[in-house]
Every structure is written in structure tokens, then in C-alpha cells.
């Protein structure tokens, strides 16, 4: 059975891969699938990806470098004292994909976007990473009015 959530532990590689050296996501997802399927493997469970989640990995990477000016602008707005460039690597490539599910995947709930993307902070980044991302994560999702439940912020002039 497909894991969404291996893909995007898959895609996170990819994009810290392509951050990190400054190459194309599609280089690094490239490199990522020909050491997984090719090579030694990263995956905990030593099984080859399934084509759904190759798949899907590479919509969330593709998806992030294709709106990654538009993602940035969502983040730099809901992350109070924290300029992009400041932020780690880790926790920076998580908000990007939390961010694009959230804005251009009308098929993923919020609520799974955003534990996904503290469950990927608790995984890879720091200790502090998981309330950082989730902090940000939940103002993006109620900035775009994606949490089921959000009452729409009343205007002084609606009273």
C-alpha cells in the first residue's frame, strides 16, 4: 500500500537536496530515485517506492519549485520575526510543501497537511522544529480559510 506520508519524506529530501546545492528540484529528484531504486536505498524499510508514491512526491517537489515565489510570500507573511532566508533548511523545505498542499491541493485536508508537515519537523529537523512549523503551518492553512470550522474574523463595521 501507498504511503503519502513516505512521499513526503521523499519530496523533502529532494527539496532540501535542491536547496541545498542549488540545483533544479527535478535534478535532485532524479538523484533521490536512482539512489533509492538503483542504489542502497534510504527508505527505513528497505522497499522500493510505489509508483503512487513516486508520484506524488514528485507532484509536491515539482508543485513547490513551480509556486516556490507565491509559497515564500505565505510563509514570510504568517512567520512573525523570522525572515525566510533565517529559517533552517529543514524546517524552511517542510513550510514550502505544507504550504503548496495547502494552497494548491484542494484534495488534502488541511488538518492532514498540517500534521504531516509537523510529523516531517519531529523527523528531521530540530527540537524546536515541530512547534515552529506548526505555528506557521496553521496560520497559512487559516490565512487561506482551509480549516473546516474557522469562523471568518468579524469587521468592526459587520457589528
Known amino acids: 500500500m501507498a504511503s503519502r ?45 510505489e509508483s503512487e508514491e513516486i508520484e506524488f512526491a514528485q507532484r509536491l517537489a515539482n508543485g513547490v519549485e513551480e509556486y516556490r515565489t507565491e509559497l515564500d510570500g505565505l510563509i514570510e507573511a504568517c512567520s512573525t520575526n523570522w525572515r525566510l532566508s533565517r529559517m533552517p533548511l529543514v524546517d524552511r523545505n517542510i513550510l514550502r510543501m505544507a504550504a503548496f498542499e495547502l494552497a494548491h491541493c484542494s484534495d488534502i485536508p488541511a488538518t492532514v497537511a498540517i500534521n504531516e508537515a509537523v510529523e516531517l519537523a519531529k523527523r528531521f529537523g530540530t527540537a524546536d522544529s515541530r512547534a515552529f512549523v506548526n505555528g506557521i503551518v496553521d496560520r497559512i492553512a487559516r490565512n487561506l480559510n482551509r480549516l473546516q470550522g474557522d469562523v471568518p474574523k468579524r469587521k468592526p463595521e459587520d457589528e
Open 5 to 49: 506520508r513516505k512521499s513526503r519524506s521523499y519530496a523533502l529530501q529532494a527539496l532540501y537536496q535542491s536547496d541545498l546545492s542549488g540545483t533544479t528540484v527535478q535534478a535532485s529528484i532524479t538523484g533521490l530515485w536512482a539512489g533509492v531504486i538503483e542504489g542502497p536505498g534510504i527508505d527505513d524499510d528497505g522497499k522500493p517506492p
